[in-house]
């Protein structure tokens, strides 16, 4: 009851602010992070017609897969990812927004298995040079984007960023404005992407307003989490 109270509230958010933003709200998509809560808080927000749902622990993941593989589900990869787990999220998810290292997208590539379609990945950006954060550097992203568009196991979507959080509106602004510069940057440089991932429970509206296409969020969904997130 509370998630299908709370999912309302959020798609009208995102919906307020296309409006401020003047953008049709179709363009932006809505990925319910339900890391640390069960099977059944997924299936509640299922039911209300949610199909993307984002997780970090990959294990966890692939248990809530696994258990809801009749719902056919979208399932996004969010978390860090160490070189011997991508085996597993190879073979079980849909998307994978945390490639920071080359080395991780050659693996997801590889063991990507060729009976499924390729795995849908963003790059993450280390938007402000945060050094709790994983991702590449902003001048390395065309570089890494190229190379990641050229692996045959992976298609290439877009970037994500997980910027520092800030209590000055400002600046929670500016640093969104700085992704969606970039990510305007890589497309004109031949690369032809469709998602920005950027934008949480806190900061969704500074996000879309900055032109953000996928908004990833938790705690305004499916309440506080006890277990810290994990986000480097
Ligand atoms: C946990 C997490 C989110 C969701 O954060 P909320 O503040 O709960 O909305 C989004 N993105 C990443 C990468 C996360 O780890």
Redesign the pocket.
């Known amino acids: 009851m509370t998630i299908a109270v709370n999912l309302q509230t959020v798609r009208q958010r995102i919906e307020q602010a296309c409006a401020a933003a003047d953008r049709l709200p179709t363009t932006v998509h809505l990925?319910a992070?339900s890391?640390t809560f069960p099977a059944e808080a997924v299936a509640q927000a299922a039911a209300m017609g949610q199909r993307d749902f984002?997780e970090?622990y990959i294990q966890e993941g692939v248990d809530k897969i696994a258990a809801l593989a009749h719902l056919g589900l979208t399932w996004h990869c969010?978390?860090p990812l160490q070189s011997n787990k991508t085996r597993l999220v190879a073979e079980h998810f849909d998307w994978v927004?945390?490639v920071d290292r080359l080395k991780i997208a050659q693996r997801l590539s590889e063991q990507r298995p060729s009976t499924l379609a390729p795995l849908n990945v963003c790059i993450q950006v280390n938007i402000d040079a945060s050094p709790s954060k994983a991702g590449f550097a902003p001048q390395e992203a065309l570089a890494m984007a190229h190379a990641v568009a050229l692996m045959p196991g992976l298609r290439l979507r877009g970037i994500?960023t997980?910027p520092e959080p800030t209590h000055e509106p400002a600046e929670t602004l500016a640093v969104h404005q700085r992704t969606k510069a970039l990510f305007d940057h890589l497309r004109a440089n031949g690369l032809a992407l469709d998602t920005l991932?950027m934008?949480?429970?806190?900061d969704?509206e500074a996000a879309v307003q900055a032109g953000s296409t996928m908004?990833?969020?938790?705690?305004?969904?499916?309440g506080?989490?006890t277990t810290p997130?994990?986000?480097r």
Do not use: D, E, Q
């Open positions: 990925l992070v890391k984002g970090n969010i978390g927004h945390s994500m997980i991932s934008g949480m429970s806190a969704l908004v990833r969020v938790g705690s305004a969904i499916f506080g989490r997130p994990l986000t």
